[in-house]
């Protein structure tokens, strides 16, 4: 968490976004992917309306990991199902899942939870302000606009471990180059959408 946060935090301020805003993004949406591909939207003077979606598009996992969560969490009281929304991320779920799936019967399910999601949320808050505070005392001509795709590499390559991810990268990498030439970035959206149903289509017929 601790590296791609600080690139993240590196990478908003190189995009343009002022500090503050960078750090009030990191603390309001929580995601550091599609706070990325936001960044570089962004830069770019994207409508709203496409940021919006894209962002849609790469943090619709987070509504399966909730359908998935939900038989283990789903007594609690709302404001404790709203906390535990708020810190789910990707190492969060991983960890929780995995252990209630293996103790089916255990108590203290919502305090395993917080236990893994809290240093998490704290080590990546404090990773990207870094970022941010680095990105702020670099001279303008070292700012570079491309930090964010290479953070999203960098992200991807160890992800490609099986037939569905190696598709979903590829028809994602086709679709953004056929569609590059589309008005308000829609290229960047179609090929998330591209990359989801290839992925999901290859991982059925597996």
Known sequence: MAPFGLVTGVAMVAGGIPPLAA???SVVVYAGASMLAATQLLAAGTPLAVILLTVVFINLRFMMYSASLRAHLAGLPLRWKLAAAYLLADNAYGLAIARFTEHPRMSGRLAYFLGAALPIWLTWQVAVGLGIAIGAALPAQWRLEFAAPLAFIALTVPLLRDR?????????????????????RLGLAAAA????????LVRRRA
Do not use: E, F
């Open 23 to 25: 750090m009030a993004m």
């Open 164 to 184: 569905a991810m190696v598709a979903a990268a590829l028809a994602a990498a086709v679709t953004v180059i056929a569609a590059w030439a589309l008005p308000m």
């Open 193 to 200: 959408a591209a990359g989801i149903a290839v992925g999901m």
